[in-house]
Protein backbone atom coordinates (compact mmCIF):
# COMPACT_ATOMS: atom_id res chain seq x y z
CA UNK A 1 0.00 0.00 0.00
CA UNK A 2 1.44 3.30 -0.99
CA UNK A 3 1.21 6.77 0.08
CA UNK A 4 -1.12 7.87 -3.12
CA UNK A 5 -3.80 5.15 -2.01
CA UNK A 6 -4.61 7.97 0.90
CA UNK A 7 -7.53 9.50 -0.47
CA UNK A 8 -7.75 13.23 1.82
CA UNK A 9 -11.75 12.88 0.82
CA UNK A 10 -12.48 9.55 2.35
CA UNK A 11 -13.49 10.25 5.78
CA UNK A 12 -14.92 6.85 6.21
CA UNK A 13 -17.84 8.24 9.05
CA UNK A 14 -18.94 10.89 6.57
CA UNK A 15 -23.32 10.67 6.66
CA UNK A 16 -26.19 12.69 5.14
CA UNK A 17 -27.16 16.09 6.41
CA UNK A 18 -29.93 15.74 8.80
CA UNK A 19 -29.29 12.17 9.40
CA UNK A 20 -29.96 11.43 12.80
CA UNK A 21 -28.49 8.95 14.94
CA UNK A 22 -30.66 5.61 15.38
CA UNK A 23 -32.27 6.34 18.27
CA UNK A 24 -34.31 3.85 20.59
CA UNK A 25 -37.95 4.29 21.19
CA UNK A 26 -37.23 4.72 24.87
CA UNK A 27 -35.15 7.89 23.88
CA UNK A 28 -38.14 9.52 22.53
CA UNK A 29 -40.72 8.86 25.38
CA UNK A 30 -38.34 10.18 27.59
CA UNK A 31 -37.84 13.42 25.18
CA UNK A 32 -41.86 13.67 24.83
CA UNK A 33 -42.64 12.90 28.17
CA UNK A 34 -40.01 16.31 29.38
CA UNK A 35 -41.72 18.35 26.95
CA UNK A 36 -45.16 16.81 28.59
CA UNK A 37 -44.23 17.67 31.47
CA UNK A 38 -43.03 21.30 31.10
CA UNK A 39 -45.81 22.24 29.42
CA UNK A 40 -47.94 21.01 31.89
CA UNK A 41 -46.26 22.96 34.28
CA UNK A 42 -46.53 26.34 31.94
CA UNK A 43 -49.83 26.19 30.80
CA UNK A 44 -50.92 25.32 34.45
CA UNK A 45 -49.31 28.43 35.57
CA UNK A 46 -51.20 30.57 32.71
CA UNK A 47 -54.36 29.54 34.08
CA UNK A 48 -54.10 29.78 37.88
CA UNK A 49 -51.94 33.22 37.45
CA UNK A 50 -54.98 35.24 36.67
CA UNK A 51 -56.69 33.57 39.98
CA UNK A 52 -53.82 33.95 42.09
CA UNK A 53 -53.75 37.78 42.00
CA UNK A 54 -49.52 37.43 42.35
CA UNK A 55 -49.13 39.86 39.18
CA UNK A 56 -49.90 43.69 39.12
CA UNK A 57 -53.28 43.48 37.04
CA UNK A 58 -52.10 45.85 34.23
CA UNK A 59 -49.09 43.85 33.92
CA UNK A 60 -51.52 40.27 33.28
CA UNK A 61 -51.22 40.37 29.49
CA UNK A 62 -47.67 40.20 29.82
CA UNK A 63 -47.30 37.37 31.88
CA UNK A 64 -49.91 35.60 30.18
CA UNK A 65 -47.83 36.04 26.51
CA UNK A 66 -44.69 35.17 28.46
CA UNK A 67 -45.42 32.17 29.57
CA UNK A 68 -47.22 31.34 26.03
CA UNK A 69 -44.16 32.22 24.43
CA UNK A 70 -42.23 29.79 26.62
CA UNK A 71 -44.87 26.94 25.94
CA UNK A 72 -44.26 27.41 22.54
CA UNK A 73 -40.66 26.60 22.65
CA UNK A 74 -40.93 23.92 24.47
CA UNK A 75 -43.04 22.47 22.55
CA UNK A 76 -40.78 23.23 19.21
CA UNK A 77 -37.78 21.69 20.90
CA UNK A 78 -39.61 18.70 22.83
CA UNK A 79 -42.37 17.92 20.13
CA UNK A 80 -41.16 19.27 16.66
CA UNK A 81 -37.12 18.38 17.69
CA UNK A 82 -36.08 22.07 16.49
CA UNK A 83 -32.66 21.97 18.03
CA UNK A 84 -29.47 24.53 16.46
CA UNK A 85 -27.96 21.19 15.56
CA UNK A 86 -25.80 22.18 11.84
CA UNK A 87 -28.54 19.87 10.90
CA UNK A 88 -31.23 21.56 12.13
CA UNK A 89 -30.40 25.02 9.97
CA UNK A 90 -32.53 24.94 7.48
CA UNK A 91 -35.72 24.06 9.88
CA UNK A 92 -34.24 27.31 11.92
CA UNK A 93 -34.21 29.41 8.91
CA UNK A 94 -37.72 28.59 7.78
CA UNK A 95 -38.61 29.15 11.44
CA UNK A 96 -37.25 32.76 12.06
CA UNK A 97 -39.06 33.92 8.58
CA UNK A 98 -42.28 32.46 9.73
CA UNK A 99 -42.12 34.30 12.80
CA UNK A 100 -40.70 37.30 11.12
CA UNK A 101 -43.94 37.50 9.02
CA UNK A 102 -46.32 36.65 12.01
CA UNK A 103 -44.75 39.73 14.07
CA UNK A 104 -44.89 41.73 10.90
CA UNK A 105 -48.49 41.21 10.62
CA UNK A 106 -49.77 40.80 14.26
CA UNK A 107 -47.61 43.84 15.62
CA UNK A 108 -48.15 45.78 12.85
CA UNK A 109 -52.16 45.43 12.55
CA UNK A 110 -52.15 46.23 15.91
CA UNK A 111 -50.24 49.26 16.00
CA UNK A 112 -51.34 50.76 12.53
CA UNK A 113 -55.40 49.99 13.86
CA UNK A 114 -54.40 51.54 17.51
CA UNK A 115 -52.85 54.96 16.00
CA UNK A 116 -55.98 55.54 13.19
CA UNK A 117 -58.38 55.10 16.51
CA UNK A 118 -55.81 57.41 18.53
CA UNK A 119 -56.20 60.01 14.95
CA UNK A 120 -59.99 59.53 14.75
CA UNK A 121 -62.25 62.64 15.66
CA UNK A 122 -64.23 62.04 18.16
CA UNK A 123 -67.90 61.31 18.01
CA UNK A 124 -70.80 61.55 20.32
CA UNK A 125 -72.19 58.15 21.73
CA UNK A 126 -75.16 57.92 19.49
CA UNK A 127 -73.12 58.28 16.35
CA UNK A 128 -70.36 55.35 17.35
CA UNK A 129 -73.30 52.95 18.32
CA UNK A 130 -75.04 53.94 14.69
CA UNK A 131 -71.04 52.69 13.33
CA UNK A 132 -70.41 49.66 14.90
CA UNK A 133 -74.15 48.21 14.41
CA UNK A 134 -75.79 49.45 11.65
CA UNK A 135 -78.47 46.67 11.41
CA UNK A 136 -79.48 47.65 15.41
CA UNK A 137 -79.93 51.24 13.84
CA UNK A 138 -82.02 51.50 10.26
CA UNK A 139 -81.09 54.71 8.92
CA UNK A 140 -84.39 56.05 8.25
CA UNK A 141 -84.60 59.37 6.03
CA UNK A 142 -85.28 62.31 7.96
CA UNK A 143 -89.37 63.67 6.87
CA UNK A 144 -89.29 66.98 6.87
CA UNK B 1 -1.81 -2.17 -6.18
CA UNK B 2 -3.27 1.80 -6.64
CA UNK B 3 -6.09 2.29 -8.48
CA UNK B 4 -5.43 6.04 -8.31
CA UNK B 5 -4.74 6.88 -12.16
CA UNK B 6 -3.85 10.60 -13.62
CA UNK B 7 -6.87 13.16 -13.73
CA UNK B 8 -8.28 13.49 -17.38
CA UNK B 9 -8.79 16.32 -18.54
CA UNK B 10 -12.48 16.10 -18.38
CA UNK B 11 -12.19 15.12 -14.48
CA UNK B 12 -9.94 18.71 -14.45
CA UNK B 13 -12.43 20.59 -16.36
CA UNK B 14 -15.51 19.41 -14.00
CA UNK B 15 -13.12 20.54 -10.66
CA UNK B 16 -12.35 24.12 -12.37
CA UNK B 17 -16.13 24.26 -13.10
CA UNK B 18 -17.04 23.20 -9.48
CA UNK B 19 -14.60 23.31 -6.80
CA UNK B 20 -16.16 22.33 -4.36
CA UNK B 21 -18.25 19.69 -5.65
CA UNK B 22 -21.92 20.90 -5.04
CA UNK B 23 -24.10 18.20 -5.34
CA UNK B 24 -22.02 15.67 -6.98
CA UNK B 25 -20.39 12.84 -5.59
CA UNK B 26 -16.73 12.45 -6.76
CA UNK B 27 -16.05 9.18 -8.22
CA UNK B 28 -19.57 7.83 -9.22
CA UNK B 29 -22.74 7.02 -6.86
CA UNK B 30 -21.53 5.98 -3.29
CA UNK B 31 -18.20 7.07 -3.30
CA UNK B 32 -17.18 9.20 0.01
CA UNK B 33 -17.30 13.28 -0.81
CA UNK B 34 -15.88 16.02 0.71
CA UNK B 35 -17.76 19.04 -0.10
CA UNK B 36 -17.90 22.83 0.89
CA UNK B 37 -19.18 22.95 4.65
CA UNK B 38 -18.32 19.50 6.75
CA UNK B 39 -17.76 16.99 4.20
CA UNK B 40 -21.35 16.47 3.27
CA UNK B 41 -22.89 17.16 0.33
CA UNK B 42 -25.53 15.75 -2.39
CA UNK B 43 -29.21 16.04 -2.08
CA UNK B 44 -30.46 14.62 1.51
CA UNK B 45 -32.53 11.87 1.84
CA UNK B 46 -36.31 12.30 0.74
CA UNK B 47 -37.56 11.88 4.44
CA UNK B 48 -35.57 14.87 5.31
CA UNK B 49 -36.84 16.48 1.93
CA UNK B 50 -40.23 15.43 2.91
CA UNK B 51 -40.19 16.82 6.38
CA UNK B 52 -38.79 20.15 5.02
CA UNK B 53 -41.37 21.04 2.94
CA UNK B 54 -43.91 19.84 5.29
CA UNK B 55 -42.30 21.88 7.88
CA UNK B 56 -42.27 24.71 5.11
CA UNK B 57 -46.66 24.42 4.56
CA UNK B 58 -47.08 24.70 8.27
CA UNK B 59 -45.36 28.30 8.43
CA UNK B 60 -47.86 28.84 5.69
CA UNK B 61 -50.16 27.89 8.02
CA UNK B 62 -49.27 29.51 10.82
CA UNK B 63 -48.60 33.13 9.15
CA UNK B 64 -52.38 32.74 8.02
CA UNK B 65 -53.20 31.93 11.52
CA UNK B 66 -51.53 35.03 12.44
CA UNK B 67 -54.02 37.18 10.10
CA UNK B 68 -57.25 36.15 11.79
CA UNK B 69 -55.33 36.46 15.23
CA UNK B 70 -54.58 40.52 14.00
CA UNK B 71 -57.99 40.50 13.19
CA UNK B 72 -58.78 39.60 16.58
CA UNK B 73 -56.60 41.65 18.54
CA UNK B 74 -57.76 44.70 16.47
CA UNK B 75 -61.68 43.82 16.66
CA UNK B 76 -61.47 42.53 20.50
CA UNK B 77 -63.24 45.55 21.99
CA UNK B 78 -65.46 46.13 19.42
CA UNK B 79 -68.51 44.88 20.58
CA UNK B 80 -71.44 46.63 19.54
CA UNK B 81 -73.37 46.55 23.03
CA UNK B 82 -73.49 43.02 22.92
CA UNK B 83 -71.95 40.14 24.89
CA UNK B 84 -68.27 40.22 25.99
CA UNK B 85 -65.38 37.80 25.60
CA UNK B 86 -65.65 38.34 30.06
CA UNK B 87 -69.05 37.18 29.85
CA UNK B 88 -68.91 34.55 27.78
CA UNK B 89 -65.62 32.58 28.52
CA UNK B 90 -65.96 29.43 30.57
CA UNK B 91 -62.26 29.01 31.30
CA UNK B 92 -62.93 25.61 32.95
CA UNK B 93 -63.83 24.63 29.54
CA UNK B 94 -61.26 25.94 28.30
CA UNK B 95 -58.76 24.32 30.86
CA UNK B 96 -60.12 20.62 29.66
CA UNK B 97 -59.78 21.50 26.10
CA UNK B 98 -56.44 22.69 26.61
CA UNK B 99 -55.68 19.49 28.43
CA UNK B 100 -57.31 17.31 25.99
CA UNK B 101 -54.96 18.61 22.81
CA UNK B 102 -52.14 18.44 25.14
CA UNK B 103 -52.40 15.45 25.81
CA UNK B 104 -53.65 14.34 22.23
CA UNK B 105 -50.11 15.81 21.23
CA UNK B 106 -48.29 13.87 23.63
CA UNK B 107 -49.41 10.82 22.21
CA UNK B 108 -49.05 11.34 19.28
CA UNK B 109 -44.99 11.92 19.82
CA UNK B 110 -45.33 8.19 21.50
CA UNK B 111 -47.36 6.88 18.30
CA UNK B 112 -44.43 8.12 15.98
CA UNK B 113 -41.69 6.76 18.24
CA UNK B 114 -43.89 2.95 17.62
CA UNK B 115 -44.38 3.92 13.92
CA UNK B 116 -40.07 4.61 14.01
CA UNK B 117 -40.33 0.99 16.24
CA UNK B 118 -42.10 -0.27 13.30
CA UNK B 119 -44.71 -1.80 16.11
CA UNK B 120 -47.31 -1.65 14.49
CA UNK B 121 -49.88 -2.20 17.37
CA UNK B 122 -48.49 0.49 19.92
CA UNK B 123 -49.33 2.71 16.62
CA UNK B 124 -52.43 1.84 16.24
CA UNK B 125 -53.19 2.28 19.61
CA UNK B 126 -51.30 5.51 20.36
CA UNK B 127 -53.05 7.11 16.80
CA UNK B 128 -56.25 5.64 18.37
CA UNK B 129 -56.17 7.60 21.63
CA UNK B 130 -54.76 11.16 20.00
CA UNK B 131 -57.69 10.74 17.84
CA UNK B 132 -60.42 9.92 20.60
CA UNK B 133 -58.62 13.27 22.85
CA UNK B 134 -58.74 15.42 19.18
CA UNK B 135 -62.69 14.20 19.11
CA UNK B 136 -63.06 15.49 22.54
CA UNK B 137 -61.42 19.08 22.12
CA UNK B 138 -64.11 19.23 18.78
CA UNK B 139 -67.06 17.81 20.87
CA UNK B 140 -66.09 20.61 23.82
CA UNK B 141 -65.60 23.58 21.39
CA UNK B 142 -68.93 22.78 19.28
CA UNK B 143 -70.76 22.86 22.49
CA UNK B 144 -69.25 25.94 23.89
CA UNK B 145 -70.42 27.79 20.16
CA UNK B 146 -73.85 26.21 20.36
CA UNK B 147 -74.12 27.54 24.00
CA UNK B 148 -72.59 31.17 22.80
CA UNK B 149 -75.68 30.54 19.87
CA UNK B 150 -78.24 30.22 22.23
CA UNK B 151 -77.02 33.02 24.29
CA UNK B 152 -77.72 35.25 21.17
CA UNK B 153 -73.47 35.55 20.44
CA UNK B 154 -73.74 34.58 16.84
CA UNK B 155 -71.08 35.48 14.49
CA UNK B 156 -73.06 38.43 13.50
CA UNK B 157 -73.63 39.92 16.51
CA UNK B 158 -70.35 42.13 16.62
CA UNK B 159 -67.56 42.40 14.97
CA UNK B 160 -65.66 41.08 18.29
CA UNK B 161 -67.72 37.74 17.67
CA UNK B 162 -66.97 37.77 13.59
CA UNK B 163 -63.42 37.51 14.84
CA UNK B 164 -63.53 35.15 17.68
CA UNK B 165 -65.88 32.34 15.54
CA UNK B 166 -63.60 32.64 12.61
CA UNK B 167 -60.39 32.46 14.23
CA UNK B 168 -61.49 29.59 16.52
CA UNK B 169 -63.29 27.98 14.10
CA UNK B 170 -60.47 27.84 11.86
CA UNK B 171 -58.29 26.17 14.39
CA UNK B 172 -61.45 23.60 15.14
CA UNK B 173 -61.62 23.37 11.37
CA UNK B 174 -57.90 22.18 11.39
CA UNK B 175 -58.20 19.44 14.35
CA UNK B 176 -61.06 18.85 12.00
CA UNK B 177 -59.06 17.87 9.13
CA UNK B 178 -56.57 16.34 11.24
CA UNK B 179 -59.16 13.34 12.79
CA UNK B 180 -59.72 12.77 9.27
CA UNK B 181 -56.28 12.61 8.43
CA UNK B 182 -55.94 10.39 11.50
CA UNK B 183 -58.32 7.93 10.32
CA UNK B 184 -56.88 7.51 7.18
CA UNK B 185 -53.40 7.09 8.44
CA UNK B 186 -54.50 4.06 10.73
CA UNK B 187 -55.98 2.56 7.53
CA UNK B 188 -52.82 2.73 5.87
CA UNK B 189 -50.84 1.29 8.78
CA UNK B 190 -52.81 -1.53 8.62
CA UNK B 191 -53.18 -2.35 4.38
CA UNK B 192 -49.61 -0.97 3.88
CA UNK B 193 -47.68 -1.70 7.03
CA UNK B 194 -44.57 0.77 7.47
CA UNK B 195 -43.47 1.28 3.93
CA UNK B 196 -41.49 4.45 3.24
CA UNK B 197 -44.34 6.44 2.18
CA UNK B 198 -46.29 5.10 5.15
CA UNK B 199 -43.66 6.27 7.15
CA UNK B 200 -43.32 9.54 5.55
CA UNK B 201 -47.09 10.16 5.83
CA UNK B 202 -46.96 9.99 9.67
CA UNK B 203 -44.00 11.80 9.94
CA UNK B 204 -46.06 15.09 8.71
CA UNK B 205 -49.03 14.06 10.29
CA UNK B 206 -47.32 14.24 13.64
CA UNK B 207 -45.93 17.37 12.85
CA UNK B 208 -49.23 18.67 11.70
CA UNK B 209 -50.64 17.92 15.03
CA UNK B 210 -47.96 19.05 17.12
CA UNK B 211 -48.23 22.34 15.31
CA UNK B 212 -51.96 22.67 16.05
CA UNK B 213 -51.31 22.64 19.83
CA UNK B 214 -49.00 25.32 19.44
CA UNK B 215 -51.88 27.31 17.67
CA UNK B 216 -53.99 26.25 20.31
CA UNK B 217 -51.28 27.59 23.00
CA UNK B 218 -51.53 31.42 21.41
CA UNK B 219 -55.11 30.98 21.15
CA UNK B 220 -56.14 30.31 24.56
CA UNK B 221 -54.12 32.74 25.78
CA UNK B 222 -54.89 35.69 23.44
CA UNK B 223 -58.38 34.93 23.20
CA UNK B 224 -59.57 33.39 26.09
CA UNK B 225 -57.27 33.81 29.22
CA UNK B 226 -56.17 37.63 28.31
CA UNK B 227 -60.44 38.48 27.15
CA UNK B 228 -61.80 37.02 30.77
CA UNK B 229 -59.06 38.48 32.33
CA UNK B 230 -59.30 42.16 30.90
Known sequence: MSELDYDPHDLGHDHAPGDEPAESAGHWVMNYSIGLALA???????????????????????????????????????????????????????????????GLLVIGSIWIMANMHHYMAPMPPEAMT?????????????AF | ??????????????????????????????????????????????????GYGFWIFLLSDIVMFSAFFAAYAVLMNATAGGPTGRELFELPRVAIETGCLLLSSFVCGLSFAASVAKNRMWTQIFLLITGLLGAAFLYLEIDEFIGFAAQGATPQRSAFLSAFFSLVGLHGAHVFVGLLWLGTMMAQVQAKGFSRMVQHRLLCFNLFWHALDIIWVALFTVVYLMGAAT
Request: without cysteine; glycine residues 10%.
Open chain 1, 40 to 102: TILTVGSFILPALGLVWGPSLPVALIVLAIAQMGVHLVFFLHITTGPDNTNNVLALAFGVMMV
Open chain 2, 1 to 50: MSDIVPASAEAVQRVREDPHRLGHRAHGEGAPVMGAGHGETGPANSRIIV
Open chain 1, 130 to 142: HMQAPAAAPTVPP
